[in-house]
């Protein structure tokens, strides 16, 4: 019988791949497992916050959602980008703290606005390359290898229904190679296929009280819509991890040369394992206000610009994640830099716990705007 029992010394275990995958999303505590009240999905990369930019204001981006990777944060963004053409690249050696030389995390997103579709076009691709999986049987000997890897395209489009709101959609195609290999009797291997949805809303009123008049902004995004993954049969399907995220900003002050942004994010996970998507979206929300409000992530940010125009950026977050709910906090710093058509961002996450898989994560971002 052949079976997959090993990787490369850099990538270590496919097996310990999976479960880090899961730790970045959920963070659960491998000790403590059964204590936890986890939500367990397919794709948990979806849910990587692209863009290092967004990153370092503790995972807040749902109500600026001002570049191409509006695309992820709020589609509903792209409404308001009436300008430039943009190309926003984002690269992560994910998971730093594990030292796995080959897992890693690529986002490319790309907007234009077309007058004459009276909106803004988005595209984007999601990849996460997981390692290169040594194949041994049940002797130790190598038979083969194969790569392991997760990515999504994605396709947007957002338009504005008002001079103040903005409303988005996305259509995404998700592919999952986690394993090339048939094991025992099961009908299938680890690849899979499926595909989303995003719809999302963003409001910035121009009007109205002062104290709110081209300062703040509100955002909603429900992403990942769409039928559970299939690796091996039906019976064994994962949801994949639709999400509601929330988001309100508000520019503290704006003058020659100064710009602070603060923002707020709240997120939670719309899923219920045995329910499709469809049901997940009122049958998650069970166990009262406390438990609710428990499994609800949180996030604050803050983002200054000096310069006019923009020139150098200085970022600071936190994010919170309620013990029962993988437990994950951690603070998040980065900055950035913008000269003539490019622009250059990172972001570093610093945990709690100096063990943590996120310990350390840096998030380096690329952007073109012509």
Do not use: C
């Not at 963004?77 to 796995?100: D, V």
């Not at 997981?130 to 957002?158: L, V």
């Amino acid at each position: 019988m052949e079976e997959i029992s090993k990787m490369k010394p850099k990538s270590k275990n496919l097996l310990l791949i999976s479960l880090m995958l899961v730790l970045m999303t959920f963070s659960i505590n491998v000790t403590d497992l059964f204590a936890q009240k986890t939500i367990s999905t397919g794709v948990p990369f979806l849910l990587i916050g692209p863009n290092s930019r967004f990153a370092a204001m503790g995972e807040t981006g749902t109500a600026i959602a001002d570049d191409a990777t509006a695309m992820h944060w709020n589609p509903s963004g792209l409404a308001f980008q009436e300008e430039n053409t943009e190309i926003n690249f984002t690269h992560s050696p994910w998971l730093a703290n594990l030292n796995i030389s080959d897992l890693f995390y690529d986002y490319l997103a790309a907007k234009r606005h077309f007058p004459s579709l009276r909106g803004t076009l988005g595209v984007s691709l999601t990849y996460l390359n997981i390692g290169t999986i040594i194949q041994t049987d049940e002797f130790g000997n190598r038979i083969g290898d194969y790569k392991a890897y997760e990515f999504a395209i994605a396709f947007g489009y957002s338009t504005k229904v008002s001079k103040d709101l903005g409303v988005g959609v996305v259509t995404r195609f998700i592919y999952s190679n986690l394993s090339s290999v048939k094991v025992g009797n099961e009908q299938g291997t680890g690849t899979a296929f499926t595909t989303s949805f995003d719809i999302s809303a963003l409001y910035r009123p121009s009007s109205g009280l002062k104290i709110f008049k081209d300062k703040i902004s509100l955002g909603i995004n429900l992403s990942n819509l769409g039928p559970k993954i299939q690796y091996v049969d039906a019976a064994q399907a994962d949801p994949i991890p639709t999400q509601l995220r929330i988001g309100v900003a508000y520019k503290l002050f704006k003058n020659e040369g100064n710009d602070l942004t603060l923002t707020a994010d709240f997120a939670k996970l719309l899923v219920n394992k045995p329910d499709p998507f469809y049901k997940a979206l009122f049958t998650s929300w069970k166990g009262g206000i406390k438990e609710i409000a428990a499994s609800i992530q949180s996030s604050v940010g803050a983002e200054y610009w000096y310069g006019n125009p923009k020139l150098i950026a200085l970022r600071a977050g936190y994010f919170y994640e309620d013990p029962q709910y993988g437990n994950r906090k951690f603070i998040t710093l980065g900055a950035g830099i913008r000269y003539s058509l490019y622009g250059f961002d990172f972001s570093y996450i610093n945990t709690i716990d100096e063990t943590h898989p996120l310990a350390n994560t840096l998030r380096f971002g690329f952007i073109i705007n012509f």
